[in-house]
């Protein structure tokens, strides 16, 4: 009977399979290895300098570039507005080709490499480095705390001094002064019979001060 039907596929000599040429680490040799690019930012206060540092990489020649360059870049990579503004992206792109290289199994060197893969070293937040990035973190909380305390009602109770210019300052109530706020109130309505002036900020936000006056009482 003539066989109507195609060979079947697995009779026919097998193709040669075209390895593609294995990635190795570019710093040590060894395998397996991914591409990935680290980037360390320095802030300098106008400007900011990347440097970068592609791969491909070991995991441990991977992990040892990310530690130094993330804590460069936590250190001293926000100095600087636009440093401070670009440093959530260069943070993420370091995390994402982080979690690339930590995905390789053990590197293995080349048979008879003297070249060893590097040794990760400490982690990020076991080196002192990194913890400059709680400077920035800090600044902003206490402004945006004093900014939330600068409201016209916190002002009550604080003592005045009259300046040249007829503008008033802030004193410690134990220094000489002027005045005491006894009361805040809207822009438009009278201060208590027993204030001796008002004073209306003019620094500061008019929105969120909402119009209001302060009462100065004599203190
Ligand atoms: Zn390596």
New binding site residues.
Partial sequence: MTDLFPPNLSERPAATPMHAPQVT?R????TP?TDAVFQQQTGMVIMRQMRAYPGP??R???LSVFRAAMSHTLGVGWLGLISLLLFPITVIQNLLARRKVGKLAA?VPPAGSTVM??LPGRPVFLRPLSYLILLPVLLLGLGAWMSANDTPENQVGKCITVLADDNVDFVSCSQRHDGVIISVVDRDASCPASAIAEVERMSGDLNRDGGKKLCVGEG
């Fill in positions: 680490c710093y040590c040799g060894s290895a990489f070991c441990n020649c991977g590197p893969p590097a």
